[in-house]
């Protein structure tokens, strides 16, 4: 089963960029990932899938400052240009017959 | 417009029962696989339970035995029926679908990851 890593806290000023890792247990680097935003007190959002190549796929609406890339098990998430409604928790999740989520990373736009 | 919308939450006495259900438009249930995920208060995103497509069923180990995931599918509807709740049960239920992605190589693997969450329905349990 994998586990997916994550810090539990970033910060980065408004109109700044920021990148978020979700890091991929050992023998499990070349998986898919999801990442998911989720703003305070709403549902979760879907962003992208993300493969280990750094090819990734946005869901609708999702802004273009949101992108993503892969360095061998780690998996990034990149804010650019933040705004302040991307305060948010966001979530890696993979799949292993069953989903499983990394812990989260509260993102508090200064 | 593809959505999904949960209900029968509520407040709840430790031990008793509930059935959460998550309608769904715009797509159809039973083409996808489908998951329940919760989160307890203040805490993260925790997987409950999937039905494929097909029909096969997993759970957490936190809910196995008391928790039954299902679909109508004449309802375009999924079901969580969850019994002998406890205390730690209390959170936000959210259905979820899934959608999946291959990865080809000496062994090709598909990958399944949630694209579309519902809004959510709050269960209390209380002790």
């Known amino acids: 089963q994998p586990v997916l890593t994550q810090s539990s806290s970033a910060s980065a000023s408004l109109g700044s960029s920021v990148k978020l890792t979700c890091t991929l247990s050992?023998?499990?680097?070349?998986?898919?990932i999801a990442w998911h935003q989720q703003q305070p007190g709403k549902a979760p959002r879907y962003l992208m899938k993300l493969e280990g190549s750094g090819s990734y796929n946005k869901g609708s609406g999702v802004p273009d400052r949101f992108s993503g890339s892969s360095s061998g098990a780690d998996r990034y998430l990149t804010i650019s240009n933040l705004q302040s409604e991307d305060e948010a928790d966001y979530y890696c999740?993979?799949?292993?017959?069953?989903?499983?989520f990394g812990g989260g990373t509260k993102l508090t736009v200064l | 417009e593809v959505q999904l919308v949960e209900t029968g939450g509520g407040l709840i006495q430790s031990g008793g029962s509930l059935r959460l259900s998550c309608a769904a438009s715009g797509f159809t249930v039973s083409s996808h696989y489908m998951s329940w995920v919760r989160q307890a208060p203040g805490k993260g995103l925790e997987w409950v339970s999937v039905?494929?497509?097909?029909?096969?069923?997993y759970y957490a180990d936190s809910v196995r035995g008391r928790f039954t995931i299902s679909r109508d599918d004449s309802k375009n509807t999924l079901f969580l029926q969850m019994n002998s709740l406890r205390a730690e049960d209390t959170a936000v239920y959210y259905c979820?679908?899934?959608?999946?992605?291959?990865?080809?190589?000496?062994?090709?693997?598909?990958?399944?990851?949630?694209?579309?969450w519902g809004k959510g329905t709050t269960v209390t349990v209380s002790s």
């Open positions: 050992s023998g499990h680097s070349s998986y898919i």
């Open positions: 039905i494929y497509s097909a029909g096969t069923t």
């Open positions: 979820a679908r899934q959608v999946n992605s291959m990865v080809r190589g000496v062994v090709s693997y598909y990958y399944y990851y949630m694209d579309v």
């Open positions: 999740e993979t799949w292993d017959g069953n989903p499983v």
